[in-house]
């Protein structure tokens, strides 16, 4: 039996990443007021605006057990994927432009730092901190990935929402390694243009995460089939069935953490309609008990 759904994983490590950003944007906020960091002040803007994209994830899962209704007779499940892609454009708006942005202020202003080595200390706790966050992510991702790599698990994942908390740690842990290289090249010269530029590069980082993230979930909102390896074994488990001559076509849909799936196939000679019926009736019940994310199947019996 295969179960697909992992709500779990995505709560937990939503959750973690929540509890370390918390803790990073505050720590991040008195520093740049304490140092004037331009790096250290977009790497706050980011922890803070990670937060909230963690507040709207667990919005979208919440949405997504909505029942279905008249007016969405396949259910919500899709409002995760809706609530990812909003979370793509926030990072992309509040983290990466607003650094960019304060990067070029800085360059204009050439304003020093005051105390960076307070600076260079909070970067590296939120390191750390951010380090246990992607940790956490990554834990739970193997409980789903089986025997895949995290590559390949992140092209072919639907699970947007573990794709988004993923991106936005390893974004972060790359966002504070700039901060750290910016803020050390100022103390060292004394040349606070380095610390604009962590801040641009920065931003630009966040844009190309933000853009990766937006592309990998506009394909799950437009409709986009379950893991190829998932329809397999669906395919597989009913060619099997003793109902079934052959199956000639499935066709899934990724619907949040639920499955759709249309099945077209030949059936095993039934003497009457209704022992047609019956036998797609337990074709049908065998597949959602071989993997319970299927919610809903239509099967069409045919000759060819």
């Known amino acids: 039996m295969i179960d697909m759904s992992h709500e779990s994983s995505s709560v937990k490590s939503i959750f973690f990443a929540l509890l370390a950003n918390l803790g990073i944007a505050i720590t991040k906020t008195v520093a740049s007021v304490i140092t004037g960091s331009g790096a250290m002040l977009a790497e706050s803007i980011h922890s803070f605006a990670d937060c909230g994209n963690q507040g709207l994830l667990f919005v979208g899962l919440k949405r997504s057990k909505k029942a279905p209704n008249l007016n969405h007779p396949l259910g919500y499940g899709k409002a995760i994927f809706f609530w990812s892609f909003i979370v793509a454009i926030i990072l992309f708006s509040m983290g990466g432009l607003f650094s960019i942005y304060e990067g070029i202020h800085k360059l204009s202003s050439h304003e020093g730092l005051s105390s960076p080595l307070i600076a260079i200390v909070v970067l590296a706790v939120s390191a750390v901190m951010e380090g246990a966050s992607l940790w956490a992510c990554i834990t739970q991702i193997n409980k789903v990935k089986h025997d895949k790599s995290l590559w390949k698990w992140l092209m072919t994942s639907r699970q947007s929402e573990l794709v988004v908390v993923l991106g936005e740690d390893v974004a972060a842990l790359l966002g504070l390694t700039f901060a750290l290289a910016s803020v050390g090249m100022s103390m060292v010269t004394g040349n606070p243009i380095y610390d604009a530029i962590g801040s641009i590069g920065i931003g630009a980082l966040l844009i190309v995460v933000s853009m990766f993230m937006a592309v990998k979930i506009s394909g799950l909102l437009i409709g986009q089939s379950i893991d190829p390896e998932v329809q397999a074994d ?19 849909i990724q619907l949040g953490a639920q499955i759709m799936v249309a099945v077209k196939a030949k059936m095993n000679n039934p003497e009457t309609i209704d022992q047609l019926i019956e036998n797609i009736n337990r074709c049908e019940a065998a597949l959602k008990r071989h993997n319970p994310s299927v919610q809903w199947v239509f099967f069409e019996p045919d000759v060819r």
């Open 234 to 252: 669906i395919t597989a488990f009913l060619n099997k069935r003793e109902e079934i001559e052959f199956v000639i076509n499935v066709i899934t």
